[in-house]
């Protein structure tokens, strides 16, 4: 027998290497490693196909806990293989391949197109259910923040707590469920920390607002704010601004005491020349509102603008809420439009443009507590023809007086109207006993028509 040479036995040696490792290659792309799973379920040593096979025959019901408490179990499998998922199980078996073969464990998932889908937010609401029962009793963290406080921008560091969170496992619950069994390790929440994106971007929004002013402007006059003298305390917080505006309240009062109409009495000048000093009993005037004055002001800090008007931060008494008169500067705030009451002539005045337009007699509320007619500065509530207008008399019967025109000027019911019933038109009438009005002013109905159309709404009314 021929002996084999050196260089053959090494070309025989290699061949059988090169042999030997081929069929290693094919069977590992082949089979799949001894300790592997798809979705729990044991492929070691099988074909992609009777992997298929297996995952068929062995549909998982799901399970789902959190820490170790079961919360969910479902009915029925919530994954099932089908021919249509021989594809994912092969791209399974190229995923777990390895030249030399492996024992390592290894769980692979596939979610199979026949996944329901709709247990999902079902899962979510029992894990959401016990992480809420978890966290009964527990701390929550408190988020870093930054406030605007005595004129300065700070940041509040964070404080952790001992809540759990909830993030991160809708999407374990989402990748693992095709498995049947999942355990949830729910963390404790984190709280936003002092040096986060976030609380950087409140302190810079709180940062700006601090170095903004505005000019206020009331009527007539301007108010020079800084956003110190508007705001007591703010924050920024989901987008959105928080004020406190206490501190602007001081400067509400006292720009209300310098210039605010309402609840005050007027200096008035009668249509004889005489000046006299109105009660503050009536409605007619407007007064800036702090709470109002504290929105408007705070917004102008936000959008940077250089002036507001009060206008829109006023309010009013009786009918009209918003407030009357404050475009009015003339004439101490009543100006040169009105109707003038004099309750001691038993005479109106009615002025336009500082023109007296109609002068007549009238009739005015009975002198007595129950009837008599207030004394003040009203304002026209609305005007109405034709009216009836109701009521209870001296001895608690109702009435219901047909007029034409009806214009009132206070809530309880006393207006400028005609009396087509009166006959008595002397200036003691109002003085006898039932012989006045019920508080409104009677007007001939010769002139109540005139009357109507020179009064307007909000126009004010002096009585005195």
Known sequence: MQKLSIKQLIIITLGLLVLVMGLMTIHQRRYFNKNVKIDNVAVGGLTAKQALKKLQDNPQTPKVYVNNDLVYTGKQPVAKFTQADEEKVANALHRQYTFFPSNKDKNLLIKPQKFNQSVVPQVDQAVSQKVMELNNGRKAPINAYAVYENGQVQVRPAVGGTQYSLDGLHNQVEKELVQGEVKLKPIYKAPLSAKSKTVQNEKTKLEQIAKRDVTYQVQGKKYHLTSADIITRATYQDGKYHFNTKVL?????????????????????????????????????????????????????????????????????????????????????????????????????????????????????????????????????????????????????????????????????CGFHDASWRHDWSKQAYLAKGGGSHGCINMHPDVAGQAFSDLHKNEPVVIY
């Open 249 to 413: 309240g001081t400067k509400i009062d006292e720009i209300n005491n310098q210039q605010a109409t309402l609840g005050k009495p007027f200096e008035f000048k009668t249509h004889s020349g005489s000046v006299i000093k109105t009660t503050a009993a009536g409605s007619y005037g407007w007064k800036i509102s702090k709470k109002q004055a504290g929105k408007t002001l705070t917004n102008a800090l936000i959008e940077n603008k250089q002036t507001v008007n009060a206008k829109n931060d006023i309010y009013g008494k009786g009918y009209n809420q918003q407030g009357t008169g404050y475009n009015t500067t003339s004439n101490n705030g009543i100006g040169d439009t009105y109707a003038e009451v004099s309750l001691a002539d038993q005479h109106a005045w009615f002025y336009k443009n500082g023109k007296c337009v109609l002068s007549t007699d009238i009739v005015s509320g009975t002198n007595n507590k129950d009837n008599e007619t207030p004394k003040g500065v009203w304002y026209i509530m609305y005007q109405q023809t034709p009216s009836v207008l109701r009521g209870l008399n001296d001895d608690g019967s109702k009435y219901a007086s047909k007029v034409q025109y009806w214009s009132p000027f206070t809530d309880s019911g």
